[in-house]
């Protein structure tokens, strides 16, 4: 919708793989979403501008192939990937789906602009995931090494904390390949987790708002915890709660992407963007989130929980992300009014939390067991 907005003429191909998944595991989100054919004809009702949807699995190389034939994209955004961390390290089974299905999806993306729009510039949707938390600060993406008197850039070290993550590290180094071997023009997005509901194009218009989930598997920190304090569930803080990460509003995504694609990578380049625009502490989010309940009239508890990942619960953390700034990012940071706007926002549907979806315990090192939250 924002790129429609913006002028672009649009295409979405999607197979309802999340949507999929979120049902099977009884997790779906805060609203109901329409599928994607209605909330084309919304967007037309609401825009008058047209979006086409394809539905299909971008697994599928006829269906790739049939859709790049037909439309010949200037650009593609690649968003097709199991995003879940905790799903990734659910069991074999969601493992092995997130591998198949991330490494197919880029792969088939990467074969079919080769063969039939070699010109056009990809958009990949990377995560700040894949450096991991290293002592050292974290450079877009590349590293200039100097070794025994001679130098040589190369990609930052990679050192993802779930298998989800490493997906995508995989999907870094497989498009850095064919940029190498076919010259492809590719622009990967190491982006932060995402908080956030309304847009300048959704505001106000729940059929049209993106999935808003709270439960373990596909509920990010900061969405999961605004829910939590309007359920009256004390937030699940992991750990000793040091875990930081580099944030970001829904409304900043689309401006990167946009900016990405009005601005191309050129041929033969790999360029990488840290996609974050101020970072937090889980304490820190859960801190800000119980000031905005005690603000709204709400009495929010926070509850420290054992950690069900493997990951560093202190650390240095201090990653660049000057790039989208320099090509015209304009942030929106998480003010109190934001929170506050957001938190209201999810109390007027209140009665729709299921409150026995917000933990089940994936453990990072078993197959499925689920320890209890107390
Ligand atoms: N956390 C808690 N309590 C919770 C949920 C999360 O303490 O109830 C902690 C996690 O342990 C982690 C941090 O909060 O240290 C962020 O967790 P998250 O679930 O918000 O984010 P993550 O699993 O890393 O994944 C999300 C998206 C993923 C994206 C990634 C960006 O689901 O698609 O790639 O954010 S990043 O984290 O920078 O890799």
Same mark, same amino acid.
């Given at each position: 919708?924002?790129?429609?907005?913006?002028?672009?003429?649009?295409?979405?191909?999607?197979?309802?793989?999340?949507?999929?998944?979120?049902?099977?595991?009884?997790?779906?989100?805060?609203?109901?979403? *329409?599928?994607?054919? &209605?909330?084309?004809?919304?967007?037309? %009702?609401?825009?008058?501008?047209?979006?086409?949807?394809?539905?299909?699995?971008?697994?599928?190389?006829?269906?790739? %192939?049939?859709?790049?034939?037909?439309?010949?994209?200037?650009?593609? +955004?690649?968003?097709?990937?199991?995003?879940?961390?905790?799903?990734?390290?659910?069991?074999?089974?969601?493992?092995? @789906?997130?591998? &198949?299905?991330?490494?197919?999806?880029? !792969?088939?993306?990467?074969? =079919?602009?080769?063969? !039939? =729009?070699?010109?056009?510039?990809?958009? $990949?949707?990377?995560?700040?995931?894949?450096?991991?938390?290293?002592?050292?600060?974290?450079?877009?993406?590349?590293?200039?090494?100097?070794? $025994?008197?001679?130098?040589?850039?190369?990609?930052?070290?990679?050192?993802?904390?779930?298998?989800?993550?490493?997906?995508?590290?995989?999907?870094?180094?497989?498009?850095?390949?064919?940029?190498?071997?076919?010259?492809?023009?590719?622009?990967?997005?190491?982006?932060?987790?995402?908080?956030?509901?309304?847009?300048?194009?959704?505001?106000?218009?729940?059929? @049209?708002?993106?999935?808003?989930?709270?439960?373990?598997?596909?509920?990010?920190?900061?969405?999961?915890?605004?829910?939590?304090?309007?359920?009256?569930? *004390?937030?699940?803080?992991?750990?000793?709660?040091?875990?930081?990460?580099?944030? @970001?509003?829904?409304?900043?995504?689309?401006?990167?992407?946009?900016?990405?694609?009005?601005?191309? %990578?050129?041929?033969?380049? @790999?360029? +990488?963007?840290? &996609?974050?625009?101020?970072?937090?502490?889980?304490?820190?989010?859960?801190?800000?989130?119980?000031?905005?309940?005690?603000? +709204?009239?709400?009495?929010? &508890?926070?509850?420290?929980?054992?950690? *069900?990942?493997?990951?560093?619960?202190?650390?240095?953390?201090? *990653?660049?992300?000057?790039?989208?700034?320099?090509?015209?990012?304009?942030?929106?940071?998480?003010?109190?009014?934001?929170?506050?706007?957001?938190?209201?926002?999810?109390?007027?549907? $209140?009665?729709?939390?299921?409150?026995?979806?917000?933990?089940?315990?994936?453990?990072?090192?078993?197959?499925?067991?689920?320890?209890?939250?107390?």
């Amino acid at each position: 919708m924002h790129l429609s907005k913006h002028g672009h003429e649009v295409i979405v191909a999607d197979n309802y793989l999340r949507r999929y998944l979120s049902r099977e595991e009884d997790s779906e989100p805060l609203f109901d979403v *329409p599928n994607l054919h &209605q909330r084309a004809q919304l967007w037309k %009702a609401k825009s008058g501008r047209e979006i086409s949807v394809a539905i299909g699995d971008l697994c599928d190389w006829d269906f790739v %192939a049939e859709l790049f034939c037909a439309h010949l994209p200037q650009a593609l +955004i690649h968003y097709a990937e199991q995003p879940s961390a905790p799903y990734s390290m659910k069991n074999r089974k969601t493992a092995t @789906l997130t591998f &198949q299905n991330n490494l197919t999806a880029t !792969f088939n993306i990467v074969q =079919a602009v080769h063969e !039939f =729009a070699p010109d056009c510039h990809i958009v $990949k949707l990377g995560t700040m995931g894949e450096y991991g938390t290293p002592n050292i600060d974290i450079e877009e993406g590349w590293l200039e090494v100097e070794h $025994k008197g001679r130098s040589q850039k190369f990609l930052f070290p990679r050192a993802a904390g779930s298998l989800y993550h490493t997906t995508k590290v995989l999907d870094t180094d497989l498009l850095w390949f064919y940029v190498r071997t076919w010259g492809l023009r590719v622009t990967d997005l190491m982006q932060g987790p995402v908080y956030g509901l309304e847009t300048y194009e959704n505001s106000g218009n729940e059929e @049209l708002y993106p999935f808003l989930n709270y439960d373990e598997l596909w509920g990010t920190v900061i969405n999961r915890f605004m829910v939590q304090a309007v359920a009256g569930y *004390p937030l699940t803080v992991y750990g000793k709660g040091g875990q930081t990460r580099g944030y @970001l509003n829904i409304k900043d995504t689309l401006q990167c992407l946009r900016l990405s694609i009005e601005n191309p %990578a050129n041929p033969g380049e @790999l360029r +990488i963007f840290n &996609q974050l625009v101020e970072t937090f502490s889980v304490n820190q989010l859960a801190e800000m989130v119980q000031q905005s309940g005690s603000r +709204i009239g709400l009495d929010v &508890q926070v509850n420290s929980l054992p950690n *069900p990942r493997t990951e560093l619960e202190e650390h240095y953390y201090n *990653p660049t992300h000057t790039g989208l700034i320099e090509l015209g990012l304009k942030p929106h940071f998480l003010t109190n009014d934001v929170m506050d706007e957001m938190m209201r926002l999810i109390l007027k549907y $209140k009665e729709r939390i299921r409150t026995n979806c917000i933990f089940r315990g994936v453990s990072w090192d078993s197959n499925d067991q689920i320890p209890t939250a107390a």
